[in-house]
């Protein structure tokens, strides 16, 4: 007795019924998440108008704080960046929640993730004709001659870009974003109630 040798092996044969039925069990509870992250995301985005009588641009929100969801006169225009958080099945098993496309894809940096992680970006301040000299550059007009030299000097080191295209100038700065996340704070409270929505997932009909 003392020569015999006993071995054991454990041998696991996939179910595929049995994985297909978890992984449809699985599809409700992550739209369920999918849907509260979005509608989490949108609540977060405080609403302030964007247009102001003397053509200024409304004060952004604190840093740290969610961007604020801007509405205009013209309603297409309107929170477009409430409108583009969406949720999407990519399988089975696993929802995409966040922000759709809103700047065109040559874009390097899109706004959603200038608000979510911060970082800077150029935006245009002016377009014009180039057989229209801007008045600011010869301190007539106007611009009072301080403000001529501090555009110069901006033109010097870079703080305004100036590309002339297909008979037109284009004028563009450099904007610093500071991070405004309002994705990442609705994704850690909706897996914060993770026991919520999959607590009758193991109940098989």
Request: proline share 7%; charged share 30%; no cysteine.
């Amino acid at each position: 007795m003392k020569d015999l040798k006993l071995s054991f092996k454990a041998v696991y044969r996939p179910n595929p019924r049995l994985e297909r039925q978890l992984m449809e069990r699985a599809y409700t509870p992550l739209s369920k998440m999918g849907a509260y992250a979005r509608k989490t995301a949108m609540n977060s985005l405080k609403s302030r108008k964007g247009e102001r009588k003397n053509g200024g641009r409304p004060k952004p929100s604190a840093a740290g704080t969610p961007p604020h969801s801007l509405y205009f006169s013209e309603s297409k225009r309107s929170h477009r960046i409430k409108k583009h958080i969406g949720f999407e099945k990519a399988s089975m098993t696993s929802i995409i929640v966040g922000p759709r496309l809103l700047t065109p894809r040559k874009t390097q940096t899109l706004t959603p993730e200038l608000h979510e992680k911060g970082g800077s970006a150029r935006i245009k301040v002016v377009a014009y004709k180039t057989d229209r000299l801007r008045r600011h550059t010869k301190g007539t007009g106007k611009a009072t001659k301080a403000q001529a030299e501090a555009y110069r000097r901006k033109l010097e080191d870079g703080s305004i870009q100036r590309n002339e295209a297909n008979g037109f100038v284009v004028e563009t700065r450099s904007v610093q974003y500071p991070q405004r996340p309002y994705m990442k704070p609705a994704v850690v409270k909706t897996f914060a109630n993770l026991p919520e929505f999959f607590k009758n997932y193991a109940k098989m009909g």
